[in-house]
């Protein structure tokens, strides 16, 4: 992979992560249809497991959430790439939350999916 070639992927990665991010707070499931892998697979902050069909019914819709990262590194190995960030989200009720999030995107067909996702709350 040339550095112009990373360095477009970082980008590309960079937005994915931002709108996965958005998607949870707009309780957007068009979108993680879109850019989860057929065999997704996440672990929640309880360690149980749930693949893409259950991922993207926990997504009630209502009002929008307010989600944001932090501390987001990107680490690339070839056509894997490993996103590990933190996040806050403030709740309707003042409480802020915290949490990380590591998140396994796979080139496949020339596009990102995110293959896996790790979630646990602090």
Same mark, same amino acid.
């Given at each position: %992979?040339?550095?112009?070639?990373?360095?477009?992927?970082?980008?590309?990665?960079?937005?994915?992560?931002?709108?996965?991010?958005?998607?949870?707070a707009? =309780?957007?499931?068009?979108?993680?249809?879109?850019?989860?892998?057929?065999?997704?697979?996440?672990?929640?902050?309880?360690? =149980?497991?749930?693949?893409?069909?259950?991922?993207?019914?926990?997504?009630?819709?209502?009002?929008?959430?307010?989600?944001?990262?932090?501390?987001?590194?990107?680490?690339?190995?070839g056509?894997?790439?490993?996103?590990?960030?933190?996040?806050?989200?403030?709740?309707?009720?003042?409480?802020?939350?915290?949490?990380?999030?590591?998140?396994?995107?796979?080139?496949?067909?020339?596009?990102?999916?995110?293959? =896996?996702?790790?979630? %646990?709350?602090?």
């Amino acid at each position: %992979m040339t550095i112009a070639a990373r360095v477009g992927d970082l980008d590309i990665l960079r937005e994915l992560n931002r709108n996965y991010v958005r998607a949870a707070a707009e =309780s957007d499931v068009r979108w993680y249809a879109d850019n989860l892998a057929a065999d997704y697979v996440a672990t929640n902050p309880d360690g =149980s497991f749930v693949d893409k069909a259950g991922f993207l019914a926990r997504f009630p819709g209502g009002p929008k959430k307010d989600y944001a990262p932090v501390d987001v590194t990107i680490q690339m190995v070839g056509d894997v790439a490993l996103i590990h960030s933190g996040f806050v989200d403030r709740r309707a009720d003042g409480t802020v939350g915290k949490g990380r999030y590591t998140d396994a995107w796979v080139r496949r067909d020339g596009r990102w999916l995110c293959v =896996s996702a790790t979630f %646990m709350r602090l």
